[in-house]
């Protein structure tokens, strides 16, 4: 059984991002929009500063309290939007109730959605046209490409369909060929589809929810759950019953989790390339 070790990919990319900023000699910037007080997202937030530092760009997050006009928000990433030194601008989620996360997240131009979650970007995907890609979902292609594990023709099934990471992945999926099955929580004898499958992508988000009679013999276990349980983080696959079964696997942590990031880093490079024509 091979490990899919995503620190290792995640390295691999961030040196060629230094590399390429450094031969452009350029610094891009993000901004990160943060919206009320949320202490795992402060967490996520330092990582994305600490990672756009080490690779040389500038990061800045602005910070609102939850009482602000949504308004406020939205006149402020407009004037994002139109700011030259900002290559990247994205919405820190979960939002607190009361604001529209959709609406916040459509403010963002699509050149400058570093997320890849607008709308327009969504649908560029669907059609297989050149877009932002969602960073979850374009990172665990990296990791298959990096691994050499061929899609094309490949049975692939992914359990949940958020729009976050099950929709963009079935589609990146599709436009590489794979023939793709959707789950989700109203779908029927479930480990029958999952048994199926050449490559088994789970995003469920309940801990070790695969389990070894749900997965074919010599598949590929992809598995981007994050689940918190007693200060410990647990995958949404069951890693060691399922490990002498199949061909490979991300672990949980150190599989999905570390590219999320750096396909961000990825997506703020490409923003700028776009928007300077380079
Ligand atoms: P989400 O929005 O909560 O979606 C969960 C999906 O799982 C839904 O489509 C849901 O179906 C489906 N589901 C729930 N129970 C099910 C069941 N019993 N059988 C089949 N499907 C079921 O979650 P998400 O944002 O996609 O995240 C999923 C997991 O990935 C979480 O643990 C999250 O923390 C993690 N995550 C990790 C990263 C990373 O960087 N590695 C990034 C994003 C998310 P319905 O649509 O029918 O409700």
Known sequence: MKVLDGKKVSLH?????????NKLNIR????????????ASDIYIAGKEKAANQVGMDFECIRYSADTDEDEIIKKIKELNNDKSVNGIFIQSP????FDEIKLMNTVIPEKDVDGLT???????LNNKESMISCTPNGIMQILK???????SKNVVIVGRSNLVGKPLMNLFINANATVTL???KTKN???????ADILVAAVGKKHFITQDMVKRNSVIIDVGINRVDGKVYGDVDYDGVKDKVKAITPVPGGVGPMTITMLLYNVLKAYKIQNKI
């Open 13 to 21: 990319i961030r040196e060629e991002i230094t590399k390429e900023i």
């Open 28 to 39: 891009p910037k993000m901004v990160d929009i943060q919206i009320g007080e949320n202490p």
């Open 95 to 98: 939002v607190p109730n009361g």
């Open 119 to 125: 709308y327009l970007n969504a649908g560029m995907l």
């Open 146 to 152: 990096f691994y050499k594990i061929d899609v094309e």
């Open 183 to 185: 789950c989700h929580s």
């Open 190 to 196: 479930l480990d029958k589809i999952t048994k199926k």
